[in-house]
């Protein structure tokens, strides 16, 4: 049993800021890569972020020099450090990881999602 809980979404201004987290919990041995995407009514579902164990990112085109991913690998946890936001970043936000459990099996699992919204 793995579990993923979202939080840190909200209402904010164009230019705001905004840190998103995501725990992951449960039969867990190591995270190879955790990741944010997010989905607005009508459109598919993007990869904003991704993290490797190693630390490598990437970032979609639309968020570079803006947003940051990280991640508290003690806690399993990862977060993400939204700034200069846009109404265009407007979505709803879930988390991603890619992990193995404590038999070495690889799994991937989903967050609830959480709500950003950029008001103009």
């Known amino acids: 049993q793995v579990q993923l809980v979202e939080s840190g979404g909200g209402l904010v201004h164009a230019g705001g800021s905004l840190r998103l987290s995501c725990a992951a919990s449960?039969?867990?041995?190591?995270?190879?890569?955790m990741a944010w995407y997010r989905q607005s009514p009508g459109k598919q579902r993007e990869l904003v972020a991704r993290m490797l164990s190693s630390g490598t990112t990437n970032y979609a085109d639309s968020v570079k020099g803006r947003f940051t991913i990280s991640r508290d690998n003690a806690k399993n946890t990862v977060y993400l450090q939204m700034n200069s936001l846009k109404p265009e970043d407007t979505a709803v936000y879930y988390c991603?990881?890619?992990?193995?459990?404590?038999?070495?099996?690889?799994?991937?699992?989903w967050g609830q999602g959480t709500q950003v919204t950029v008001s103009s």
């Open positions: 991603n990881v890619d992990l193995f459990r404590l038999d070495n099996t690889r799994h991937d699992y």
């Open positions: 449960g039969s867990i041995f190591s995270i190879p890569a």
